[in-house]
């Protein structure tokens, strides 16, 4: 049956979160589409459930119309203000095309999950207000009995002559209940208020540092572009003072009266991080990151989309998030992995963050001390300005590197003498040392000394992992699989079963009996799940005295430690050694972050680092030239290889539990891209990928590298919208990543 415009004169198109790449169509009455409001939510049928979605187009009858089926009407529409404004649809939109995923999907993933699940967006609030302690006859109403919590909350709304709101209250330690048991008793009463959303103007709480030249030339040019778009790369090396740079070109935006975003990587919103922001400036700072509940994500998420707030530090969803004031956006350490989501909607943060200045006409300032080659490639091309700050703030001087060769150095448990050596003198002389090992557990391998046998893992191409604590036993660090560990091998019965190789808890363990008279922290993902492990680390790390501290990259990430004087860091190796052309970017950013966490404070640092392959050109460039040098020789090689950032790259991968029906799709997937246009790309493969096996599953890949990008975009979304409707084997399943970071 085909239906005619006649029969739908008013439609709306809306996001819903299905696997669906369009939106999707519902019939309206002239009524409710005078009512709909685009960026407002809707309730929908779909497949027999009731979903909620967001309104993204309003097409009434001028527009010529056809659809094979007809169109269903909707549940209802909610009576609410837009929650998504214009633009930041618009951005959304894009983000979802760009990134070949379901418009749906996308935008409700940008929707705090309460909003999601249908309930209501409050303007209004409850207000709590004392009321005199009699009753209609006139007689006196008992209080709560003195020195009790009751008497005391009552006590603390009785201070708010007019009433208070509710999280006012809640904040002041007034709980929901105990305002029911009051009201239940007559002694107060609660009335409805619109929440006051207006922004407080911005107010110093700190006075500006003195700029020196390089950042006064950075906050000057950044300062310039406001109101306008433009982007800037501040290439500063650590310690640079690349914070005091974002705080001064902040404060101007604030002075404007625009909000200003703030991303920071995963584990880059430290409590150091946040107290610098919230010490200088007087205004509505709020945090968006995962660790929210769902109602403090929803109440922050409303103080942003509203523009009540002017400060919003948050990881990369937040780039997402509605700012009606939108004036500046900031990326810290751009370079950063976590920026790119490795699942479902794999968008890069720092992308989107680029595309969203561009539309709303800011600057945005993404801010490294080891940049992303993508963006250096931006600087070469001039698309992007290059700010430096080649030289330490303040009075720290950057540390001095040395290498030790693992294949001629004695060593005791894996560490060189020399680095043993070199721990001890600091510490004797009262110095905090830092040691990096990017590698949780014991030990990465069990082995067999007798026949061989190592444990690995039976769903994935990697070794179990021994741990020890909390629990003695194996792990997958790919799929999470746990064993116990074996008394004898499965293979030859052997009992003389040894752990190869170390991980952070086996180090600690070495440390501890090498300087059992210093203090030992362990910072890694094993650790940190215990409550308050961080505190500790950062109680000593503030505090003079000899220490230890021990742990993976968590440790190199935003966190300073202005007493730590040496830095080793043990074992970089693999990085040099991976298949995956981005390595050894990823390692000398790894190296150079973790290197920066030595002598920020009055003490000159120095980084030792031990490896088998001390020859090698990348660390030799990177250690005696700096990473500026080490990232144009590298750019140079990507060039000659026409590979990323000289070529757009994208990546399809299928899973399946035979190799051979992933193989045969891609094969087909590159055989008929050809039918859906002329672009010219060069296929990679397709070939098992560098982890064939995965929790349970076989995969391959298919890379593909084009010059242009946008012809490259344009081809892609039909073709793999194609792809993705075809019949396919089995469990096959398949996923595309648009500019890949990982090939793993
Ligand atoms: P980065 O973010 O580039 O690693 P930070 O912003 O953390 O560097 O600055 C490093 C240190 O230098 C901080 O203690 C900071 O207070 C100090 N600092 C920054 N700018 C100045 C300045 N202009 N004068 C004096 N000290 C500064
Ligand atoms: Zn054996
Ligand atoms: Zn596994």
Redesign the pocket.
């Known amino acids: 049956m085909t239906t005619t415009v006649q029969d739908h004169p008013y439609r709306i198109r809306v996001a819903i979160a299905v696997f669906i790449f369009d939106l999707i169509e519902y019939e309206v009455t002239p009524e409710q589409f005078e009512q709909a409001t685009i960026g407002a939510r809707v309730a929908v049928p779909f497949m027999n459930k009731k979903m909620i979605g967001i309104i993204v187009e309003k097409i009434d009858c001028h527009v010529a119309f056809t659809q094979p089926f007809k169109l269903k009407p909707i549940i209802k529409l909610f009576k609410e203000p837009a929650l998504f404004d214009q633009q930041c649809l618009h951005v959304l939109s894009w983000a979802a095309h760009y990134y070949q995923s379901p418009i749906g999907e996308v935008i409700l993933t940008a929707l705090p999950n309460i909003l999601r699940q249908g309930r209501p967006y409050h303007l209004l609030s409850y207000y709590w207000k004392i009321l005199e302690p009699h009753n209609e006859a006139g007689d006196e109403i008992k209080l709560p009995k003195a020195g009790s919590k009751l008497y005391a909350a009552y006590q603390s709304i009785k201070l708010h002559k007019k009433g208070a709101s509710e999280s006012i209250l809640n904040m002041s330690g007034v709980s929901t209940n105990q305002l029911k048991q009051l009201e239940k008793r007559g002694l107060v009463e609660h009335f409805m208020q619109p929440i006051d959303f207006s922004p407080t103007p911005m107010q110093l709480a700190q006075m500006p ?4 030249a390089e ?1 006064d030339i950075a906050i000057k040019k950044i300062r310039k572009a406001l109101g306008k778009y433009e982007s800037f790369l501040l290439d ?9 740079v974002y705080l001064q070109a902040i404060q101007t935006a604030l002075e404007r009266n625009k909000q200003v975003l703030v991303l920071v990587p995963e584990i880059g919103l430290t409590p150091q991080t946040v107290e610098r922001f919230k010490a200088r400036f007087l205004t509505d700072t709020i945090l968006l990151h995962s660790g929210l509940t769902d109602s403090q994500r929803l109440q922050a998420w409303q103080q942003a989309q509203t523009g009540k707030a002017s400060i919003i530090l948050g990881t990369r969803l937040a780039i997402f998030c509605p700012l009606p004031r939108l004036g500046l956006i900031i990326l810290d350490e751009e370079h950063d992995l976590s920026y790119k989501q490795q699942d479902m909607f794999r968008y890069h943060a720092r992308d989107v963050a680029l595309y969203r200045a561009f539309k709303q006409q800011c600057p945005v300032v993404l ?1 490294s ?1 080891t940049p992303s080659f993508e963006s250096l490639y931006l600087v070469q091309q001039q698309k992007m300005t290059h700010l430096r ?1 080649k030289h ?3 009075t ?1 001087k950057p540390p001095s590197f040395k290498l030790i060769d693992l294949k001629s150095a004695e060593k005791q448990h894996g560490l060189a003498k020399s680095l043993i050596e070199t721990i001890r003198q600091q510490l004797e002389k009262g110095q905090q040392v830092l040691v990096f090992i990017n590698r949780r557990g014991y030990a990465p391998v069990l082995m067999c000394t007798s026949c061989g046998w190592q444990a690995d893992c039976p769903r994935c191409d990697a070794h179990l992992t021994l741990h020890y604590h909390p629990r003695a036993q194996l792990q997958c660090h790919h799929c999470d699989l746990i064993q116990p560990i074996p008394t004898s091998c499965p293979s030859c019965q052997s009992t003389e079963l040894k752990p190869i190789g170390s991980g952070t808890a086996r180090i600690e363990e070495h440390l501890q009996e090498l300087f059992p008279d210093y203090p030992i922290f362990r910072v890694d993902r094993d650790t940190t799940m215990q409550s308050n492990s961080w505190e500790k680390v950062y109680q000593r790390a503030y505090r003079s005295g000899a220490a230890i501290f021990l742990g993976t990259q968590m440790l190199a990430k935003g966190h ?1 430690f202005p007493y730590v004087s040496l830095v080793t860091i043990l074992d970089i190796d693999a990085g040099l050694m991976s298949v995956d052309f981005r390595a050894p970017e990823r390692t000398a950013q790894l190296i150079m972050q973790v290197a ?1 966490r030595a002598g ?1 404070g009055q003490v000159a640092g120095q980084v030792l680092l031990q490896s088998y392959r001390p020859d090698h050109p990348l660390l030799q460039t990177l250690i005696h030239e700096g990473y500026a040098a080490f990232a144009e020789k590298s750019l140079a090689e990507r060039k000659i290889a026409q590979l990323p950032p000289y070529r757009y790259a994208a990546l399809i991968r299928a899973e399946s539990q035979n190799d051979l029906f992933n193989l045969e799709f891609l094969q087909m997937a590159a055989q008929i891209w050809p039918n859906f246009g002329n672009t010219e790309v060069e296929f990679w493969g397709p070939i098992p990928a560098p982890m064939q096996r995965k929790a349970g599953s076989y995969r391959a890949h298919l890379l593909m590298l084009c010059s242009s990008r946008v012809a490259l975009q344009q081809q892609i979304s039909l073709w793999w919208q194609w792809l993705f409707k075809q019949p396919r084997k089995f469990e096959l399943r398949i996923i595309i990543d648009i500019d890949p970071q990982e090939l793993s």
């Open positions: 540092l003195d700029a020196n950042q500063g090396i650590t310690g640079s003072g690349k914070t005091e801010g001390a700050l330490r703030a303040g720290a300073h920066g920020r």
